[in-house]
């Protein structure tokens, strides 16, 4: 499974936006980028998935470089209540489509 | 509410004893997912099932067992547990046809305590 590498941790001041790196320098023809967020003392949390194209939905926005051997993920606007962690996974769409999480970034807002 | 119910929310047991945790998936859902959250270790995928069969299989240990039945729920067996055993157990599902590609939801998880 291809691997990805976040930085352990990040803060934000609410209100602000935040940019959350990860790196894919082994990803496949056939991986979606997916990103996960885990809230204290509850079940992971679907954020946003892409291929190759930048996504937005109502969470996030999703920059996929023009390689594929990096991402960012983009809250416009962090709130408090997006103090988590948030995991950048590779998903193979060719294989299982099983999630293997990293150690993600612990998220940080301050108010 | 992602609509995937686990069951028991907490269970504290001993060690050597046996469980089964339950998994309901979200309506219409095909797939199942297993995953071990413990503090030193983080989400461990253990396993995958797709309409009742076995999918993809990853860090599950022997003393473990699945499986997904015809009404699409999902149950893990834990035997001979071990202290080590202590953890969240999350269970996930996603839409079939997105199997693959799609989202997965999580339940709330099962917390277990071995003493």
């Known amino acids: 499974d291809a691997k990805t590498t976040q930085p352990n941790s990040m803060e934000s001041n609410e209100e602000e936006p935040v940019h959350l790196p990860c790196n894919h320098s082994?990803?496949?023809?056939?991986?979606?980028i997916h990103w996960y967020r885990q809230l204290p003392s509850q079940g992971p949390e679907y954020v946003i998935h892409?291929?190759?194209s930048n996504v937005n939905n109502r969470m996030a926005s999703l920059a996929i470089a023009e390689d594929r051997k990096s991402s960012t993920l983009i809250l416009h606007r962090a709130t408090l209540r997006d103090a988590a962690v948030y995991y950048c996974?590779?998903?193979?769409?060719?294989?299982?489509?099983?999630?293997?999480f990293g150690q993600g970034t612990t998220l940080q807002v301050k108010p | 509410d992602s609509g995937v119910t686990q069951t028991p929310k907490h269970l504290i047991t001993a060690t050597g004893q046996r469980v089964t945790l339950r998994c309901s998936p979200r309506?219409?859902?095909?797939?199942v997912y297993w995953y071990q959250q413990s503090l030193d270790q983080g989400l461990q995928f253990l396993i995958q099932?797709?309409?009742?069969?076995?999918?993809a299989k990853g860090n599950i240990l022997e003393r473990f067992s699945a499986q997904q039945f015809p009404d699409l729920h999902s149950e893990l067996n834990l035997s001979s547990l071990e202290l080590g055993d202590s953890a969240l157990y999350f269970c996930?599902?996603?839409?079939?046809?997105?199997?693959?590609?799609?989202?997965?939801?999580f339940g709330e998880g099962s917390r277990l305590t071995v003493l």
């Open positions: 996930a599902s996603s839409r079939p046809g997105l199997a693959n590609t799609g989202e997965l939801f």
């Open positions: 082994t990803i496949s023809g056939t991986d979606y």
């Open positions: 892409g291929l190759t």
């Open positions: 996974i590779l998903r193979d769409g060719s294989n299982t489509g099983k999630l293997i």
């Open positions: 309506s219409g859902d095909l797939s």
């Open positions: 099932y797709y309409n009742g069969e076995e999918r």
